[in-house]
C-alpha cells in the first residue's frame, strides 16, 4: 500500500519518548501532538482562525456524527471536510465505531458490521468496515482509522470476541480503502488484557499500517492499567511509525503517555471543560464561575500567552458566566486548548534537547502545589 | 464645560448627510458610524479581535445592565469598562433610561428619578439623573449619556410630561459630571410631536452638550414619523456636534438616517438576528436555517469580505445551525456586524466623493431585487 504524501519521520528519542514529524497532504505534524476535538466540523465554540492562531495543526472530527448529520455525500459534494469546515491543515477522522457503541442505543453487531439507531432521531443505520471507510473517504481526512469494535475494558470474554472481530474488520478496511491520498490507522485493542494487548498490536504490525493507535483506553481503568498497556504496546509497535492514544486528554495523562511511546492525542476535554466554566492548568483546573474570582484581576494563568490570558481577568470570565454569555465558552476553549498545546510544545522541545525526564519530573513535582 | 479630548470635525456635506470624524480620548470615530451593542460588556458571541479585524471602532455597552451585574463599582476597581472588556477604542454608554422603562417592570418614576425592580433577581434600585452620571463615570466610556425619560411615542401627555421631565433631569445630568475626559450627550425626545421635538432640541441645545443623541424612535412609529423628526431636528441641532439616532440598525433606516443628517447609529439587531439564524445583507435577511441552503457552496454574500464569507459556504453555516452549534452565532454576527460597518463607511467614502446622493440611490433602487 503506497500512501502518497503521508510519511512519519523520527527525529529524537529520550527514553521512550518521541519526538518526530507526521507529513500529510495537508502539511506536517510536530509530534507530540494534541489534537481537539471537531465533532461536527467545528471545534466548538472556536474559529479555524483562533485555532491556527493558538498553534493547533491537527483537527479530529467524528465520521459518525458527519456520517448522520449533514451526511458524507454532502461534504464531499462541497469539496470535502477541510473545505467544509475551513480547516486547510491535517484533520483526523474516526471510524465511527467508539461513537456507534457510545452514543447509540439498540445497537446489534455482527460480523458484518453493526446495525444501530441514530442519536438524533431514532432512525436505523449500519455502519460495516467498508461503508466506514467510503465515508472517511468521502470525507478526506489525512489520517483515518478502522473500524472496531470497543468491549468494556474488564469483559474477558467480550474482549476476547470482540478483538477477533476487530482483526477481521482492519483486514477488509485495508482491503476497501481506494484513496491513496490518506493514511489509514489500525487501533490495538484487548481492554486490560495484556496477552490480548499482545496479539492485538502483533496482527496489526503484521498487516502493515502507516501508523497505530492505541483504543479502548482512558474509559474506566486504572492508571496502572493504563500504563502497563502502554508499555507493552510501545514495545511491540514498529519504531518507524506514529503512534496515537485515544481520546486522552488531561495535562497529567499527556506526559504519561509521552513517557510511554505516544505521539498523537486527542480529546473533548478542553472544549467541554470550557463550556462548564472550567479553565484547565497544568496544574488542575478552575471553577470560573466560583465567587472567588469575582474581583481577581489575574489572567487564568500568568504563564500562557493565549489571547484569552493576555487579555482578559477572572472577574472577566467570572462576569460572562454569571451573566450567560457565549463569550464565556469560546474563551476559555481558547485557554484550554492553548494549555495543552503549550504541554505537547514544551515536551517536543524538552525531547529534543535530551532534557525531558527532567520535564517530566518537575511538571509531576508541580502537581503537588494547589492552584491558585 | 470643556471636554479633554473630545472634539468633532465635520470634514464634508452632501445635502444633509455628513461625513465627519469624532475625536476621544481612545481614538478617533470616523462618521457616519456604526456601533455594534455590546450590553453586558461583551458583543455576544464575538471577541474584541474579531471586532477590531472588521473595522468596529466604538461599542455600546449597558449602564442598567452594568449597574446591576456585575457592578460598575467592581468594573472600576479592574480599571474601567475599557480594559474589563479588553476594548481599547471607543467606547459609548447608554444612561439607563430606556432599559429602566422597557426591561424592568413595577417601576415608578418621580421628578427626582426612577425607583425598579431589577430583571435579574426583582431586587430593588433606583436611578437619578446624579447616579446614572455617577455610574457611567466609573464606567469610564468615551461617550456618555443623559438620564431621560423614555415615553410611548403617540401619547402626547405622557410625552409632554415626560419632556419636561427629561429637561430638568439633562440639566442635573450636566451638573453632577465631574470627569473632564467623557463627553456627556443630551437625547432629544418628544415622540412623534414635531412641536415637543422642537421645543426639545432647542432647550438641549441651549445647555451646549458636545454631542446630541435622538431618542425614543424605532419604538413603533411609522418610517414617515421617523424621517419627519430626523427632518426636523437637523434644522435645529448644531452643524458642529455629532447626532446620534438611539437603537437604530437596520440597512434602510441607516441610509435614511444618513439622508437626514445622522452620524451615528447603534442597534443590538446585527447581533441578535445571528443568534437566530438570520444572515443581513443591504437588501433583506436570509434564514440560514432554511432547508434551501443545506448543498449552497456560495458564501451568505459573494461581495462582502468578512472573515465568515471569505471561509464559510452558507452549507456549512446551515449545517452549524441545524446542529446546534455555537459558532453559528460567531460566524453570523461578524457578518452581520460587518454587513453594517462597511454600509456606514461605503456611505462616508461616497459623501467625501459627492455621490452620496446616487450611492443612495441606488441602495434603494436594489431593495426591490429579492435577495437569492
Known amino acids: 500500500m503506497t500512501i502518497a504524501s503521508f510519511a512519519f519521520e523520527l527525529i ?3 527514553g521512550r519518548a518521541r519526538a518526530g514529524v507526521i507529513h500529510t497532504p495537508h502539511g506536517p505534524i510536530l509530534t507530540p501532538i494534541f489534537a481537539p476535538v471537531g465533532t461536527q466540523a467545528t471545534v466548538k465554540a472556536v474559529t479555524p482562525a483562533q485555532l491556527e492562531e493558538h498553534g493547533v495543526t491537527l483537527v479530529l472530527s467524528n465520521t459518525y ?3 448522520l448529520r449533514p451526511g458524507a455525500e454532502l461534504i464531499a459534494e462541497l469539496g470535502g471536510l477541510h473545505r467544509f469546515m475551513s480547516w486547510p491543515h491535517p484533520i483526523l477522522t474516526d471510524s465511527g465505531g467508539f461513537q456507534v457503541f457510545s452514543l447509540s442505543e439498540n445497537r446489534r453487531v455482527d460480523d458484518e458490521g453493526v446495525t444501530f439507531r441514530s442519536h438524533i432521531d431514532g432512525s436505523l443505520h449500519r455502519l ?10 468521502k470525507l478526506g481526512a489525512d489520517i483515518i482509522m478502522a473500524f472496531d469494535e470497543c468491549a468494556p475494558p474488564y469483559d474477558r470474554a467480550y474482549n476476547e470476541r470482540a478483538l477477533e472481530r476487530t482483526h477481521r474488520w482492519a ?7 481506494t484513496r491513496s491520498d490518506q493514511a489509514l490507522f489500525g487501533i490495538v485493542q484487548g481492554g486490560i488484557f495484556l496477552d490480548l494487548r499482545e496479539q492485538s498490536a502483533r496482527f496489526l504490525t503484521g498487516l502493515g499500517f502507516p501508523g497505530y493507535a492505541i483504543g479502548g ?6 492508571k496502572a492499567e493504563m500504563h502497563a498497556v502502554l508499555e507493552l504496546v510501545d514495545g511491540l509497535l514498529p519504531e518507524d511509525k506514529p503512534r496515537y492514544l485515544m ?6 495523562d499527556i506526559i504519561n503517555g509521552i513517557l510511554r511511546g505516544v505521539d498523537m492525542f486527542d480529546c473533548v476535554l478542553p472544549t467541554r471543560l470550557a463550556r462548564h466554566h472550567a479553565a484547565m492548568t497544568r496544574t488542575g483546573r478552575l471553577n470560573m464561575m466560583n465567587a472567588a474570582y469575582a474581583r481577581d484581576s489575574r489572567p487564568i494563568d500568568p504563564e500562557c500567552t493565549c489571547y484569552t490570558c493576555r487579555h482578559f481577568t477572572r472577574a472577566y470570565l467570572r462576569h460572562l458566566i454569571v451573566a450567560r454569555e457565549m463569550l464565556a465558552a469560546t474563551l476559555l476553549s481558547i485557554h484550554n486548548i492553548t494549555t495543552l498545546i503549550t504541554l505537547v510544545s514544551e515536551a517536543r522541545s524538552a525531547i529534543l534537547a535530551g532534557r525531558f525526564e527532567q520535564f517530566a519530573a518537575e511538571f509531576f513535582a508541580a502537581q503537588e502545589t494547589l492552584p491558585s
Chains 1, 2 share one sequence.
Open 247 to 252: 481520546g486522552v486528554g488531561t495535562p497529567q
Open 65 to 67: 456524527h458527519l456520517y
Open 128 to 137: 460495516t468496515p467498508e461503508i466506514a471507510i467510503e465515508v472517511q473517504e
Open 12 to 14: 529524537a528519542r529520550q
Open 217 to 222: 483506553l482512558s474509559v474506566g481503568e486504572t
Open 171 to 177: 483486514e477488509r478496511c485495508l482491503k476497501a480503502k
